[in-house]
């Protein structure tokens, strides 16, 4: 089993399994084109639970279901993906999300946008909407003022058709521009 030589930004060096080049893009583009060490910016503690989330799965990790079933985060992973994120929550998970798109690792990136979604579900009852309103410290929904209000300040929020539009004209726009 070969190795490959990727050091962080506080100069720790981590001797890694080359199978990480199924798992991150990044890691693997690098080495396409050469062998020498690999200078990424991520700190060696973010980086060690990377390798322990590669490691975990030996290289191979599930997919994670989508959609979410539930606001219980034990619904929507396996196990060793449940024990993985057990001490972060949609805070706390933010550096592993960076380094996940730092490295283009899409399965350690699903994980933790699953995290995140989870902490947000909703759900289909006026039960699960309450949840969710006293979890966030929602005292009250909108009066009909306040709501009018809102659709004064943004009216796109409201206008359907006007997003596809914008939509179809910034492609067009992007389009003109390519063309020049």
Not at 51 to 63: G, R, T
Not at 128 to 150: N, P, Y
Not at 167 to 173: G, S, W
């Amino acid at each position: 089993m070969s190795k490959l030589e990727i050091i962080t930004k506080d100069n720790k060096n981590f001797h890694v399994d080359s199978r990480i080049k199924n798992l991150s893009l990044t890691i693997s583009n690098w080495f396409e084109s050469t062998n020498d060490p690999f200078h990424i910016d991520l700190s060696s503690e973010i980086f060690e639970k990377v390798i322990e989330y590669c490691e975990m799965h030996d290289y191979n990790p599930p997919k994670v279901q989508k959609p979410i079933k539930s606001h219980i985060l034990k619904d929507n992973l396996n196990e060793k993906d449940l024990k993985f994120v057990a001490s972060y929550d949609y805070l706390t998970i933010k550096p592993l999300l960076d380094a996940a798109f730092y490295l283009v690792m899409n399965s350690l990136r699903e994980v933790c946008i699953c995290v995140i979604a989870t902490e947000f579900y909703i759900g289909n009852t006026i039960d699960d909407i309450e949840r969710l309103k006293a979890k966030f410290g929602v005292e009250s929904d909108l009066t009909l003022e306040e709501e009018e209000a809102l659709i004064k300040e943004y009216p796109w929020a409201q206008d359907d058709e006007g997003d596809s539009k914008l939509e179809t004209e910034e492609v067009m726009m992007v389009e003109e521009e390519a063309k020049s």
